[in-house]
């Protein structure tokens, strides 16, 4: 009877010692669509839609976007720019899953551009390739995303 009871103490301490699960902590972004492949002349809108999870729901930040254009003469350079969420409602401790669009535009109200200004476009039609993650509160980075390449037309 005492083996059986040692026994049992021993296999709750193995069981109670169980690892957490290193993606509970990691916030999940999932590319889901964009809006159009080919940016015609004198269309001024692209929408990148993305699927956010994060299991402790504290990821309130920013997006980090690379725009492969801005490194033509340095294509190993690997500088983001944050792009500020709106409020996504979100609480550390409550699990979070939303549905987060970045809009890349030539209005003078977004933070990425699309044409007419920075970088100068140098083909026409131009290139355009994202890479992009999340970072949440705790410094826990998603994957790197590359998002597909969009002709823009000049």
């Not at 692209?46 to 980090?64: I, P």
């Not at 725009?67 to 983001?80: E, F, G, I, K, V």
């Not at 949440?136 to 994957?143: R, W």
Request: charged fraction near 25%.
């Amino acid at each position: 009877m005492k083996k059986i009871v040692a026994l049992s103490i021993v296999l709750i301490g193995f069981l109670g010692c169980k690892k957490d699960d290193p993606k509970g902590d990691k916030p999940v972004l999932k590319f889901k669509s964009v809006s159009t492949l080919d940016v015609a002349k004198g269309q001024d809108l692209l929408v990148y839609t993305f699927e956010l999870q994060d299991a402790n729901g504290d990821t309130e930040g920013a997006m980090w976007v690379h725009d492969s254009r801005l490194w033509r003469d340095n294509p190993d350079d690997t500088t983001y720019t944050d792009v500020l969420f709106p409020l996504l409602e979100s609480h550390k401790g409550t699990k979070l899953k939303a549905e987060v669009e970045l809009y890349v535009s030539d209005g003078m109200d977004v933070r990425m551009r699309l044409r007419d200004g920075i970088p100068p476009a140098v083909t026409n039609p131009d290139t355009m390739q994202y890479r992009v993650f999340v970072l949440d509160n705790a410094g826990n980075s998603s994957d790197t995303l590359v998002l597909p390449k969009v002709a823009i037309h000049n």
